[in-house]
């Protein structure tokens, strides 16, 4: 029985600890998921809409921006951010997160000790800042429109 209990609170403290974790549209999800994350961070959602994909910018009461471009097809192709902190990448990569891990030497390059670029066959990731100022971009080329340069996200 004291098993029992000790397993039920672990389980329970995980899932209140994974709810107050900020949630993000991912890298190759549809853009449904952008509407979620807004209601859930409680962030302001401005969307651009340029002849080929579409920005949500979700601004949250932290500082936080993350920009989700979107192609005509619904998927976000690209993501990009600006925070006073370092965003959760798992969440915000979603299933590319394993190629930011498993990315080789030849694949990666460290800047200046701040910043890091990975570029595999079909995932590109920038990331730089310090303390209080963190940047970046992530996208995934074969998601991309075709008549989209690569430079938009950012």
């Given at each position: 029985?004291?098993?029992?209990?000790?397993?039920?609170?672990?389980?329970?403290?995980?899932?209140?600890?994974?709810?107050?974790?900020?949630?993000?549209?991912?890298?190759?999800?549809?853009?449904?998921?952008?509407?979620?994350?807004?209601?859930?961070?409680?962030?302001?959602?401005?969307?651009?809409?340029?002849?080929?994909?579409?920005?949500h910018q979700?601004?949250?009461?932290?500082?936080?921006?993350?920009?989700?471009?979107?192609?005509?097809?619904?998927?976000?192709?690209?993501?990009?951010?600006?925070?006073?902190?370092?965003?959760?990448?798992?969440?915000?990569?979603?299933?590319?997160?394993?190629?930011?891990?498993?990315?080789?030497?030849?694949?990666?390059?460290?800047?200046?000790?701040?910043?890091l670029t990975?570029r595999t066959?079909?995932?590109?990731?920038?990331?730089?800042?310090?303390?209080?100022?963190?940047?970046?971009?992530?996208?995934?080329?074969?998601?991309?429109?075709?008549?989209?340069?690569?430079?938009?996200?950012?």
């Amino acid at each position: 029985m004291k098993s029992f209990r000790s397993t039920y609170i672990f389980l329970l403290m995980l899932v209140m600890v994974s709810l107050s974790l900020p949630a993000w549209a991912a890298l190759g999800e549809y853009e449904g998921s952008v509407s979620v994350d807004q209601q859930y961070n409680r962030a302001e959602d401005r969307v651009q809409d340029f002849h080929a994909y579409k920005v949500h910018q979700l601004t949250t009461s932290t500082g936080t921006t993350i920009r989700e471009y979107v192609s005509p097809k619904g998927l976000v192709f690209g993501v990009a951010w600006q925070s006073p902190f370092m965003p959760d990448m798992q969440h915000l990569l979603g299933t590319y997160f394993t190629k930011l891990q498993t990315a080789s030497k030849a694949q990666t390059q460290v800047r200046h000790l701040r910043g890091l670029t990975v570029r595999t066959s079909d995932f590109v990731f920038v990331s730089g800042g310090h303390m209080r100022s963190w940047t970046g971009s992530a996208y995934v080329p074969s998601l991309t429109p075709a008549n989209v340069s690569a430079e938009v996200v950012r």
